[in-house]
């Protein structure tokens, strides 16, 4: 019997690239669904799937979520048994600007792939979520059980809004859904704009960072190794509905994060201080509890040896990426 095929959705982007090479290399079916948007150079998404595309196991379709006609065809023409939708628009900050985008990809596009997924009885559904659905939640850790309310951001609200499709969907079509709440991943082919990848260019090209706020906010920040093992796990355990932490579970202030970088790269970093951005949350501050008791999650890379193994990627791999950003 042929393998079913698993669609990773944003398969071009930072997490769908390190998922697919996961994937390819365990031998599965991979189908990835990417529109290659201008949220950054779409030179450096083509870039991530290169060794993809060699891959007899991989196939490459160049389209959009939102797009019903596009979706329709990949699930009438290919026996899809998971779907791992990671693609969105991208970002707290530019969410403020441009919501309606937001709700767009990130609501409607959902939906479109819900509708498509329980119409050919798919096996199972996984959602990227976000930290930013609990907003500033005075109670830490977060739990999954926690009330998620007061997002303060349209990103936030949008991913959250994304959660309550898919409790929709599984209670009207038995659809088994998982949604993954991620905690600011980051590794190589982090994302330019994302604050460590911004920062260590910075750094190494002597230019001042800019700091926001007084530097005592923290996020819970999380390896990509460790995230992928999370998808992983949680795309080999469909339950009827269920949402996972996948942290690190050791926040750390903003300011400690820039000194984890200045011993990696071996400089000291120049700092201007702004304001905080509307939308940015005080701090992130995962509850892992659930995922390591029903998954087996268990985080292994802590900031400093994995801002150590970014820096040693961006030194070798994107010295000249800076002018793609």
Not at 115 to 127: G, S, T
Not at 143 to 152: L, N, W
Not at 193 to 207: K, Q, Y
């Amino acid at each position: 019997m042929t393998e079913k095929s698993i669609l990773i959705t944003g398969g071009c982007g930072f997490i769908g690239s390190h998922l697919i090479d996961k994937l390819l290399a365990d031998g599965h079916q991979v189908i990835c669904l990417d529109n290659l948007n201008e949220f950054y150079d779409p030179s450096v998404k083509r870039q991530n799937q290169a060794e993809h595309l060699s891959f007899d196991n991989y196939e490459f379709i160049e389209g959009d979520i939102r797009d019903k006609n596009a979706v329709s065809n990949i699930f009438d023409n290919i026996q899809i048994g998971k779907v791992i939708h990671l693609a969105a628009m991208a970002g707290v900050r530019p969410s403020v600007e441009n919501p309606r985008l937001y709700m767009d990809v990130n609501v409607m596009g959902t939906q479109v792939l819900l509708e498509a997924a329980a119409r050919h009885n798919v096996d199972h559904f996984v959602f990227a979520s976000s930290s930013s659905v609990y907003g500033n939640n005075d109670k830490v850790p977060f739990a999954e059980d926690d009330r998620v309310d007061g997002q303060i951001s349209p990103y936030g609200s949008s991913k959250r809004m994304g959660e309550l499709l898919c409790q929709t969907y599984n209670h009207l079509t038995n659809l088994p859904i998982t949604c993954l709440r991620f905690f600011t991943v980051y590794g190589p082919r982090q994302r330019p704009e994302m604050a460590i990848h911004s920062f260590v260019r910075s750094v190494i090209n002597g230019e001042k960072i800019t700091l926001f706020g007084d530097g005592n906010s923290s996020r819970d920040y999380t390896y990509i190794d460790d995230i992928i093992d999370g998808i992983i796990k949680a795309a080999q355990s469909p339950d009827n509905f269920v949402i996972y932490n996948l942290g690190n579970s050791e926040p750390v202030k903003l300011i400690d994060m820039i000194h984890v970088i200045g011993n990696a790269t071996g400089k000291t970093p120049a700092i201007t201080m702004s304001d905080m951005p509307a939308g940015d949350v005080l701090q992130t501050y995962a509850d892992i509890s659930r995922s390591h008791r029903r998954l087996g999650y268990d985080p292994k890379t802590n900031l400093e040896k994995g801002i150590e193994k970014f820096v040693e990627w961006y030194k070798s791999n994107a010295v000249n990426e800076g002018e793609a950003s």
